[in-house]
């Protein structure tokens, strides 16, 4: 009896240790806004840290991490892109490992390279080993966004939960864009002698006729 006793403890003891380490070891995510226009995503919670902007790239750190982000509709000049180095870290990203994980692109690059571009100059992080690089972009809001993490997990476990917005000014401007061109479309499209007999038709006047008693009555009129 006592020896199933001292079994049972022991596996109740694993249990609870096993659990402890899954806790431990487990990564809690908190939801930030990374761009101008409101698009989302998950990062390390109460590691995350805002390291500030450079010409309109914005960059955060944790432990074993680093998250770039880059809005062009916003800045609007590509020129600056590559003043702060964010296609140089893009060239230098796909030059790495490239590996295809749940519908992402992943290169896996040394630290090393990692930290020798340009725009890292503003922060002090000390990263060694591989990194697991996921860039991202999207047409319709113009987000730019590299991933790159020690962790492939954490790396794959943000791009999957990255939402992106488009400001009203966007919506805006695509509605505006859109309605002028359906106008222009009509105009191109409608053809004025078909317009003039659907007129006449439903009013049963002559529009000729009315354009010249228009005239004859005018052209009465002192000046």
């Known amino acids: 009896m006592n020896r199933k006793i001292a079994i049972i403890g022991i596996i109740i003891l694993i249990i609870a240790v096993v659990i402890i380490l899954v806790m431990l070891t487990s990564v809690s995510y908190e939801r930030i806004e990374i761009t101008p226009n409101g698009t989302t995503m998950e990062v390390p919670a109460n590691k995350t840290k805002f390291d500030g902007e450079l010409a309109g790239v914005k960059i955060w750190n944790w432990d074993n991490g680093i998250l770039v982000t880059y809005n062009s509709h916003e800045d609007g000049s590509i020129i600056n892109v590559s003043e702060v180095g964010f296609s140089t870290l893009n060239d230098l990203i ?25 725009i890292f100059d503003i922060i002090k992080v000390n990263y060694n080993g591989k ?93």
């Open 94 to 118: 796909k030059n790495g490992e490239k590996q295809e994980i749940d519908g992402f692109t992943c290169y896996v690059i040394n630290a090393d390279e990692l930290l020798e571009i340009h």
């Open 131 to 223: 990194f697991y690089c996921i860039p991202l972009y999207n047409e319709t809001t113009h987000d730019n966004i590299i991933i790159c993490c020690n962790d492939r997990d954490i790396a794959l476990h943000m791009a999957k939960s990255v939402e992106y917005k488009i400001s009203t000014i966007s919506s805006a401007e695509n509605m505006t864009g859109d309605l002028l061109s359906r106008a222009e479309d009509y105009v191109n499209d409608t053809n004025l002698s078909n317009v003039i007999s659907d007129v006449e038709e439903k009013t049963g006047f002559d529009l000729d006729d009315l354009k010249n008693e228009l005239e004859r009555y005018t052209g009465k009129l002192p000046i």
